[in-house]
């Protein structure tokens, strides 16, 4: 059975920085490309970040582009979400989503419970 | 950038009876659509993919058809599980989900 399950979040103040980690487990992790979405509170959900299944290609929303750092370790089964400079506008809760394919296809077929993140001071 | 705008907005059911959903792109996006279930509290489920695949695990209560510009979800028999809020999602770069119908109880 696929598992994600995200960690890290927490209260943060606007210009600050957060490490989101998602632990993957019932799957071979290695072969999938992994994403993250957000939802604010009582809002729909928006495309975050998404990290192909090697690691070597990432991919930004604009929203995030320059501030947000993907990254996973395959070794670990272990997908991370770096957020620096923190905005109020970024508080949601943040979903690890695994892509249905080996590919890239933006088809999220697993997801993990998710982690509050909120921005304020 | 693909604009995906849902309706209704919200949608009011009974169990047993056949929910339609819409969701429609602002050009056309092919078969790159998605559609998922969301309930309170909890992640998102993806129930069809390719505008009409079911995932797996999905009943065939749950149908979606559409190409280009306009899609729908067809829901034909609601049971009380169903009453949710429902996204559209397109698959293509960059992902983006529509703003959701919610349908809920009569």
């Known amino acids: 059975e696929v598992q994600l399950v995200e960690s890290g979040g927490a209260l943060a103040q606007p210009g600050g920085s957060l490490r989101l980690s998602c632990a993957a487990s019932?799957?071979?992790?290695?072969?999938?490309?992994m994403s993250w979405v957000r939802q604010a509170p009582g809002k729909g959900l928006e495309w975050v970040s998404a990290i192909s299944s090697s690691g070597g290609s990432t991919y930004y929303a604009d929203s995030v582009k320059g501030r947000f750092s993907i990254s996973r370790d395959n070794s670990e089964n272990t997908l991370s979400l770096q957020m620096d400079s923190l905005r109020a506008e970024d508080t949601a809760v943040y979903f690890c989503?695994?892509?249905?394919?080996?590919?890239?296809?933006?088809?999220?077929?697993?997801w993990g419970p998710g982690t509050l993140v909120a921005v304020s001071s | 950038e693909v604009v995906l705008t849902q309706s209704p907005a919200t949608l009011s059911l009974s169990p047993g009876e056949r929910a339609t959903l819409s969701c429609r792109a602002s050009?056309?996006?092919?078969?790159?659509l998605a559609w998922y279930q969301q309930k309170p509290g909890q992640a998102p489920r993806l129930l069809i993919y390719g505008a009409s695949n079911r995932a797996t695990g999905i009943p065939a209560r749950f149908s979606g058809s559409g190409s280009g510009t306009d899609f729908t979800l067809t829901i034909s028999s609601l049971e009380p599980a169903d009453f949710a809020v429902y996204y559209c999602q397109l698959s293509a770069n960059w992902p983006t989900f529509g703003p959701g119908t919610t349908v809920d109880i009569k």
């Open positions: 019932g799957f071979t992790f290695n072969k999938y490309a």
């Open positions: 050009q056309s996006v092919g078969s790159s």
């Open positions: 989503a695994k892509d249905a394919y080996g590919g890239i296809s933006y088809y999220f077929d697993s």
